[in-house]
C-alpha cells in the first residue's frame, strides 16, 4: 500500500488553530472509520491523540479535534500551545489487516 | 501503569537474523491484539505486523512477509519479532504497540528499541 499523503510542514502561532490533512484512497482512509492521529515529539515514541476518525482518547485536550471528508482525513488543533510542536503522524485501516501511515507532518509553533 | 518495553535490538550483518522481544505489564496482554511498527532514520511510521490476541492468525506487510515472523507468549506476556534474512532497508526504530481494537489504534507503544543492518 502507498503511504497516506499529509503535508511536510505546517505552522501557527500559539493560541491559534492549524489543520493537518491526510488524503488517501477509496481503499483506506475513504473506505473505513479507523482513522487515527498519533503524535511524536523527538527521541520519543507516539502518542495516540484521536483514533476512529473523532474519538479523543482519555488525557488528550479537546483542543485536538478530528474530521474525515471522503478521502481526506483531518487533524485540527485549536489554542496552540508551544508544546504541540511535534511530528504528527496519521494512519488507516486499508483492508485485509494491514494498516497505512502518512508520511508525517512537523508541526512548528512559531 | 500500563507498560510496554522492547529489547534485543542491536547490529546484525546483512542477510543476518535477529530476534526482539516487547515486555507487557499493567494490562490483560492476553486479551489484546499486538502489532509491530517501524521507523527507519529521520522517515515516518511503518506499520509492520500484527497478531490477534491468542495468536490464532498473524498479518504482515509485504514489505517484509516471508522475512519476519511475529508470536507472543501469553503465558510470559510477551511478543515477538523474528526478523530473517535481515537488509539494510529495515534499519529501523522497532516499536510494539497494543491494539484499541476493533480495527483503530494503537493506544499504548513501548520505547522502541533499535536495529541496524550493515556490514
Known amino acids: 500500500q502507498s503511504a497516506l499523503t499529509q503535508p511536510r510542514s505546517v505552522s501557527g502561532s500559539p493560541g491559534q488553530s492549524v489543520t493537518i490533512s491526510c488524503t488517501g484512497t477509496?481503499?483506506?482512509?475513504?473506505?473505513?472509520?479507523?482513522v487515527s492521529w498519533y503524535q511524536q515529539h523527538p527521541g520519543k515514541a507516539p502518542k495516540l491523540m484521536i483514533y476512529?476518525?473523532?474519538k479523543r482518547p482519555s488525557g488528550v485536550p479537546d483542543r485536538f479535534s478530528g474530521s474525515k471528508s471522503g478521502n481526506t482525513a483531518s487533524l485540527t488543533i485549536s489554542g496552540l500551545q508551544a508544546e504541540d510542536e511535534a511530528d504528527y503522524y496519521c494512519c488507516s485501516y486499508a483492508g485485509s489487516y494491514s494498516w497505512v501511515f502518512g508520511g508525517g507532518t512537523k508541526l512548528t509553533v512559531l | 501503569q500500563v507498560q510496554l518495553v522492547e529489547s534485543g535490538g542491536g547490529v546484525v550483518q546483512p542477510g543476518g537474523s535477529l530476534r526482539l522481544s516487547c515486555a507487557a505489564s499493567?494490562?490483560?496482554?492476553?486479551?489484546?491484539?499486538m502489532h509491530w511498527v517501524r521507523q527507519a532514520p529521520g522517515k515516518g511510521l511503518e506499520w509492520v505486523a500484527f497478531?490477534?490476541?491468542?495468536?490464532?492468525?498473524?498479518y504482515y506487510a509485504d514489505s517484509v512477509k516471508g522475512r519476519f515472523t511475529i508470536s507472543r507468549d501469553n503465558s510470559k506476556n510477551t511478543l515477538y519479532l523474528q526478523m530473517n534474512s535481515l537488509r539494510a532497508e529495515d534499519t529501523a526504530v522497532y516499536y510494539c504497540a497494543k491494539f484499541l481494537g476493533p480495527l483503530g489504534a494503537f493506544d499504548i507503544w513501548g520505547q522502541g528499541t533499535m536495529v541496524t543492518v550493515s556490514s
Open positions: 497478531i490477534r490476541y491468542d495468536g490464532s492468525n498473524k
Open positions: 499493567g494490562f490483560t496482554f492476553s486479551s489484546y491484539g
Open positions: 477509496s481503499s483506506d482512509v475513504g473506505g473505513y472509520n479507523y
Open positions: 476512529d476518525v473523532s
